[in-house]
């Protein structure tokens, strides 16, 4: 990295550009409108999200190879452009398998450059303070998907689906403009890390994963039918509210998560919030009355989004800055595994049941599994 550069530019480059990709996780705002579009149920309109989740993943995996092939301005214009591409592509395809291709496949994956690259090169651009960058990045991803609902909403009621997709992708486009410049103005380039030092073992890795595959795919059930569970425990209520209370507890648990793992045991940080994710969820289950589903939808967002930002901070701490990539890549391969399931399952057990009650009870029971696997994670050999 050279001397001259300031970590602050890339910062501010990379939240931009995840603020406007993280309106994903506003897409259950869509499956009403869908349906009636359609005419089909919410299992097959989740896949729509399912797939973009897993498209995301397969790009992040496959990251550390790409990241170092281009400049980062480069990869910015290839993320924000792709995903615009695919946004209108879903928009105005008119079919299901359009929005599947276009969403799910194209702005997926396109995402996943935008979101994983820019993820790395701002802890790579904060060197000590590794989490908190990260955290930042996820918190402006989770803000995405705190502003996006409303918008949405208006443009829905305006234009409909495509009218939504037009204005994400007019977003996409202005965000990726602005970071381009800043990137480079700042100079930075990718540094690929070294083979890990002799001696380091990575037997705690399945642990790890197993312990993020639950507790994501617990919040990520919760994330993609956040509107139909809110209309369905809180009838009469906006149902856009959900997505934007949840999103906005998200961004404030992951700048918590990214700040915590700077200076707390990784163990107790992601026990603890996998923990309150599935106590929450068996509180939902029983059903609570008035604003006591938003105050539980509000604390699923809170510790999903402290899980997703302390695990790469962790990572980033315990296996060295140069390997912070490449393992991330794996383990978030539990994110993907979660995101094609949770979101499919949760809306399976709505039309089989008519309700969400066993889809947060089942979410729970992940949840608590995957804090025992997580309180038996060591860390490798090499961590002090």
Known sequence: MTPSF?????????ALVAMVLGTVHAYSVFLVPLEVQFGTGRSALSLGYSLALVCLTLVVLAGPRLYARAAPATLMILACGGAATGALLAGWGGSLALLYLGYGVIFGAANGLGYGFG????????????????GVVTAAYALGAVLAPGVFEAALVRTGFGGAM???????????GVSVLLLRRSGIRFQTGAAPAAGTRNTGLP??????????????????????????????QAGWMAPAIIALCNLAGSLAGGRLADGTGPRRVLVGLVLLTGVTLAALALGPRGGGVFLALGL????????????PA???KLYGMG?????????????????????WLAGALYDWRGGYGLALMLASGFALVAALSLAAFKPPDRAP
């Open 300 to 311: 699923v967002g809170f510790a999903y989004g402290g899980t997703i930002a302390a695990t």
């Open 6 to 14: 300031s970590g602050l530019p890339v910062l501010v480059a990379t």
């Open 119 to 134: 993820l790395q090169l701002a802890a790579q651009a904060n060197p000590g303070r590794e989490g908190l960058a990260m």
């Open 314 to 316: 962790v990572i980033a």
């Open 207 to 236: 642990l790890l994963w197993l312990g993020y595959f639950g507790g994501v795919l617990a919040g990520l059930m919760v994330i993609g039918h956040a509107a139909g569970i809110a209309e369905a425990m809180h009838p009469g």
């Open 323 to 343: 390997q912070s990539a490449a393992i991330y890549g794996r383990v978030f391969t539990a994110w993907g595994a979660a995101g094609l399931a949770g979101p």
């Open 166 to 176: 037009t204005v994400l992708a007019l977003a996409l486009i202005g965000a990726g």
